[in-house]
């Protein structure tokens, strides 16, 4: 059963720490995306990669990062100095950098 | 800076109704033009996409795509309540990145 999975589905950080939102797609897709969605608004793009190892910043990477070591994975890390984290994230993969496919999402809520 | 601009409504339609929704965009180096459905609370759904000038069709839906005014629009035939959810209009330039629109919300009422 094709798809892209996200975890956790919620997830809720303290001031100050560093939380891992996981993503992995078993479509053989090359391209690999993170973006981020607030209320009312589009998706803004954190961080991208087209290939293994290799990934570029998007619009919105400050407090942000992530690595690409295997093709089916691209972990997003919310790091201590991204100041207003709490939003619904995203991560999609497309196998030609055309059509994106989406995963369920994560909802991060800072307490 | 690339732009994608859409009504935010929402916009309200009985049910058996065409719902016409548009984006005009930017760039004019925009290449595909892709439409995703997305229920409250949900991510993004694909529905349509478009690469040339004219109309596509693929069952209730139609998207139609005008290059030369710079927007894109999609039709959705006969709505059901069940089409109530918010659009949302994506662009992107041959080798560069998708910009998404900030979606328009359609309410189908029964």
């Known amino acids: 059963d094709g798809g892209i999975t996200q975890s956790p589905k919620y997830l809720f950080r303290k001031e100050g720490q560093n939380v891992t939102l996981s993503c992995e797609q078993n479509l053989n897709h090359d391209a690999m995306y993170w973006y981020r969605q607030d209320p009312g608004q589009g998706l803004r793009l954190i961080y991208y990669?087209?290939?293994?190892?290799?990934?570029q910043k998007g619009d919105i990477a400050e407090g942000y990062s992530v690595s690409r070591e295997k093709k089916e994975s691209f972990p997003l890390t919310v790091t201590s100095a991204q100041k207003n984290p709490t939003a619904f994230y995203l991560c999609?993969?497309?196998?030609?950098?055309?059509?994106?496919?989406f995963g369920p999402g994560t909802r991060l809520t800072v307490l | 800076q690339k732009e994608v601009e859409q009504n935010s409504g929402p916009l309200s339609v009985p049910e058996g109704a065409i719902a016409s929704l548009n984006c005009t965009y930017s760039d004019r180096g925009s290449q595909s033009f892709f439409w995703y459905r997305q229920y409250s609370g949900k991510s993004p759904e694909l529905i349509m996409f478009?690469?040339?000038?004219g109309d596509k069709e693929d069952g209730r839906f139609t998207a139609q795509l005008n290059k030369a005014s710079q927007y894109v629009s999609l039709l959705i035939r006969d709505s059901q309540p069940s089409d109530s959810a918010t659009y949302l209009c994506a662009v992107r330039i041959y080798g560069q990145n998708f910009v998404f629109g900030p979606g328009t919300r359609l309410s189908v009422l029964p």
């Open positions: 478009i690469y040339s000038n």
């Open positions: 999609a993969s497309s196998i030609n950098s055309n059509e994106q496919f």
């Open positions: 990669s087209q290939i293994v190892n290799d990934f």
